[in-house]
């Protein structure tokens, strides 16, 4: 008798985003599908505009990502300009990128993740979560939001205001670096890469505990995307396209962003409106890929900074070729953290932030602009189309969570494979499948402020509609 | 709690602003910015996140202002406190949870308000419906009028909306 099991996170306006995991007639899980919201509507809302506004509109699209979205989206306006911007302007831009991962990240591992990480999933709910952790870890709490707090510094250091700052715009930057902005951020320095020292050398001390969940959270072969530099350095803004295989095999490499469309398709799914792009010449199945910091660091050489580098040796040893876990996404973003400081570091000593030479100016020289850079949660695609007048008559924003669609597909299917037993819901699937997504950190908050909250409803019902048993997180 | 603290006054509106009367919050923030009151600090944000403790700790008093898509005829006062046991599960936090926030890290959630302005539209768009600019106006001249008080000894009429 096949049966489904529904997920439903509560959002207020939109953001519709479930769960649904599939019984077979033996009561085993057949398959899961996780549903998220796509951009659809801006894409809409931004037609008719003049493609120099979208610097100011895309990045009120998301209120965690918004730096992420600015880049982009300055990119595709250098395309449709066709200019190479000033060497200082793509110095900034990439200043501002690394402070959005810094943030990010710190969000996503101190915050959301750090509390089953160091706690436990079969802690009592109670005390699973930030509040939990203060009281176990008070210092590693702390640290975790001054570091937080850096990354959003550099970010206002250069933009004036942390969240949504109309900075970058096609052609390059409004402003050079202040010497008080980047004394203030040097000064900091020397805590921020204590703080993530210090955790790292935790984290890697758990890890043995966690072999358990690193071989059922998301741990199958899969492509993996994202930029690198022509040498194969971690890229985060520049670069081109690089796929690699679960054997770490490069499967393509040096794609230009905006030929994107030849080597990504989409799919469609009947139960959802969400589609799932994949590596066109290998088809849906075998095309599935991963974005965002397991895959960068899996596609990479190196990292292109010293300690980061000796992170990635030791990140390596934990799987053959690729690192293929889904939950080794957690340790790839604390690497990225340290490389981001690492990177900040060194731009922080070069005279060129300082530079009065940071913007081109064009006309209308391309009718297409693809604008791509690495989001904290993937590689981030802003395609826009224009008349000759600059209006903007086609966008296609292609945003991390939506790529990573298949692959948390497989990760929920895999934790409920071994977790549901006995057609019931159990608090340790809850626990498990809520942390295989939170491995990926989704950004369902991109619509309103609200949309994001993980309030979870599973229902399991039989092959007639018939509830069988629900179980809610609030 | 710093000499002096008490006086300060801080509004954070948030909301989304791409999202027709979401964006009421950050409207409202913004008009404050503005108007330049003494001893009154405002802050427009999409969502509150964790980093905004540290800013709510250093408070005098904090008044909260969000859209709100519960109905509604008019816009709403309500006194916040810490939750019991509050947690944090996703990109972005409610208020309660941002004072237990502040509490636990830097030892302090000052009093603090809801207020809240009913949203009619909530679709793509800059503009507000009329409805929830009427309740913006409204929750502008409240915030200045509770703010141009001596603090403590007027919070039962902040709390009550008069």
């Known amino acids: 008798m096949a049966s489904r099991i529904v997920i439903d996170p509560v959002t207020r306006i939109e953001g519709h985003a479930k769960i649904s995991v599939f019984l077979d007639d033996h009561g085993n899980v057949s398959d899961a599908a996780f549903h998220v919201v796509e951009f659809r509507g801006f894409e809409k809302f931004c037609l008719g505009r003049p493609y120099t506004e979208m610097t100011g509109i895309t990045p009120r699209i998301c209120g965690i990502c918004p730096v992420s979205h600015l880049l982009a989206s300055a990119k595709a306006g250098d395309a449709i300009m066709a200019v190479s911007i000033p060497p200082a302007a793509d110095k900034l831009r990439r200043l501002m990128n690394l402070g959005q991962i810094v943030q990010s990240h710190a969000l996503s591992f101190f915050h959301l993740s750090a509390p089953d990480l160091l706690l436990g999933w079969d802690a009592p709910p109670a005390d699973r979560n930030v509040f939990g952790l203060m009281a176990s870890h008070r210092e590693l709490a702390r640290a975790g939001i001054r570091l937080r707090q850096f990354g959003q510094e550099v970010i206002e250091v250069l933009g004036g205001k942390r969240i949504h700052p109309a900075w970058a715009v096609p052609g390059g930057v409004r402003a050079p670096l202040g010497n008080e902005g980047r004394e203030r951020l040097q000064a900091w320095l020397p805590e921020v890469f204590a703080t993530v020292r210090a955790t790292l050398a935790l984290y890697r001390g758990t890890l043995p505990a966690r072999e358990g969940e690193s071989r059922v959270f998301g741990d199958f072969p899969s492509l993996f995307m994202g930029l690198v530099a022509p040498d194969g350095t971690w890229e985060h803004h520049g670069g081109r396209l690089r796929f690699t295989d679960a054997g770490g095999r490069i499967v393509a490499d040096q794609i230009e962003p905006r030929d994107y469309r030849d080597v990504i398709a989409e799919c469609a799914h009947p139960s959802s409106y969400l589609k799932s792009p994949y590596y066109r010449p290998l088809g849906p199945e075998a095309g599935m890929y991963r974005v965002g910091p397991l895959a960068r660091l899996n596609i990479c050489s190196r990292m292109g900074v010293p300690e980061a580098d000796e992170e990635l040796r030791r990140f390596r040893a934990l799987g053959r070729g690729a690192v293929t876990s889904s939950f ?19 731009a922080l000593r070069d005279p060129d932030l300082g530079s009065a030479e940071l913007r081109a100016d064009a006309g209308i020289n391309s009718r297409r602009g693809v604008g791509a850079s690495e989001a904290p949660r993937g590689t981030l695609f802003h395609d826009y189309s224009v008349d000759a007048n600059g209006l903007l008559t086609g966008v296609n924003l292609i945003v991390a969570t939506g790529q990573n669609n298949l692959a948390m597909n497989r990760t929920v299917a895999q934790i409920a494979r071994h977790f549901v037993t ?48 629900e179980a809610w997180r609030d | 709690m710093k000499p002096g603290a008490t006086d300060s006054w801080l509004v954070i509106g948030y909301g989304n602003t791409l999202r027709e009367d979401d964006g009421a919050g950050p409207a409202v923030a913004e008009a404050i910015a503005e108007r330049g009151a003494p001893g009154v600090r405002a802050l427009a944000c999409p969502q509150l996140s964790p980093e905004h403790a540290e800013t709510v700790a250093a408070a005098g008093q904090v008044i909260f202002v969000d859209a709100s898509a519960a109905g509604g005829a008019g816009i709403g006062w309500e006194s916040l406190a810490p939750p019991a046991a509050a947690t944090i599960d996703g990109h972005t936090l409610a208020p309660g949870t941002l004072l237990a926030l502040a509490r636990q890290v830097y030892g302090r959630a000052p009093p603090s308000f809801a207020l809240t302005i009913p949203a009619r539209r909530l679709g793509f768009g800059e503009r507000l419906s009329p409805e929830t600019q009427a309740g913006v106006d409204a929750a502008i001249r409240a915030i200045l009028e509770a703010t141009s008080r001596a603090a403590p000894e007027n919070q039962k009429a902040i709390r009550l909306g008069q």
């Open chain 1, 422 to 469: 006995g057609g019931r819901i159990t608090e340790p699937m809850l626990n498990r499948i809520e942390h295989g997504i939170r491995c990926f950190d989704p950004c369902l908050s991109c619509s309103t402020h609200a949309v994001g909250h993980m309030a979870l409803h599973v229902t399991l019902l039989d092959a007639d509609g018939k509830v069988r048993h």
């Open chain 1, 328 to 346: 080794h996404y957690h340790y790839a973003r604390l690497i990225e953290i340290l490389a981001a400081l690492e990177y900040i570091e060194r």
